[in-house]
T-cell receptor, first 110, second 113 residues
Framework: EDKVVQSPLSLVVHEGDTVTLNCSYE??????LLWYKQEKKAPTFLFML????IEKKSGRLSSILDKKELFSILNITATQTGDSAVYLC??????????FGKGTRLHILP | EPEVTQTPSHQVTQMGQEVILRCVPI?????FYWYRQILGQKVEFLVS????????KSEIFDDQFSVERPDGSNFTLKIRSTKLEDSAMYFC???????????FGPGTRLLVL
């Protein structure tokens, strides 16, 4: 059965800290790995990773995929209180089915 | 910034009634999706749609569910006979694989009484 496992489930850090969120997957016919930020409502897309070893960056956020070890990490540097959210990881297969993890709830203390 | 729109934002219906949730994906996207999120639970994939047909569907997407793109812009999810357990937030999304981006709509909160 396809699955996506995120860790930790929750994380509390102080503003300015760097955090690393983990995502491992077991998906048949894997295509891409996606990261989202979910605050109150709809998930906001962060990254889509298809190639192994190529880091994607957007401001203080970066992510990389390891297709050999079947995991991805999402790094957030110099965290701010506005980074508090649930971060979702999802794996997509080549039939366009997307399997979500349960998310990591990140809380940034001022 | 392009956006996916969904209507209605909220819908309350009686058990057994049909509902149609509407989405307007981003115009140059070709792949469309419906997801749902029951309150407090994780996002669940329902169905993917490409080239006017379903690419993949989950176990949740049974005979009570259907999708169509009737006019080339709207993308609809129909639930034929709603059940209490269909109460959830329903999100539409579209992907542009060339740009490696995906956009979610704001969601429709469905409450089945």
């Amino acid at each position: 059965e396809d699955k996506v496992v995120q860790s930790p489930l929750s994380l509390v850090v102080h503003e300015g800290d760097t955090v690393t969120l983990n995502c491992s997957y077991e998906v048949t016919n894997f295509r891409s790995l996606l990261w989202y930020k979910q605050e109150k409502k709809a998930p906001t897309f962060l990254f889509m990773l298809t190639s192994s070893g190529i880091e994607k960056k957007s401001g203080r956020l970066s992510s990389i995929l390891d297709k050999k070890e079947l995991f991805s990490i999402l790094n957030i540097t110099a965290t701010q209180t506005g980074d508090s959210a649930v971060y979702l990881c999802a794996a997509m297969n080549r039939d366009d089915k997307i399997i979500f993890g349960k998310g990591t709830r990140l809380h940034i203390l001022p | 910034e392009p956006e996916v729109t969904q209507t209605p934002s909220h819908q309350v219906t009686q058990m057994g009634q049909e509902v149609i949730l509407r989405c307007v994906p981003i115009s140059n996207h070709l792949y469309f999706y419906w997801y749902r999120q029951i309150l407090g639970q994780k996002v669940e994939f329902l169905v993917s749609f490409y080239n006017n047909e379903i690419s993949e569907k989950s176990e949740i997407f049974d005979d009570q569910f259907s999708v169509e793109r009737p006019d080339g812009s709207n993308f609809t999810l129909k639930i034929r006979s709603t059940k209490l357990e269909d109460s959830a937030m329903y999100f539409c999304a579209s992907i542009n694989y060339m740009q490696e981006t995906q956009y979610f709509g704001p969601g429709t909160r469905l409450l089945v009484l």
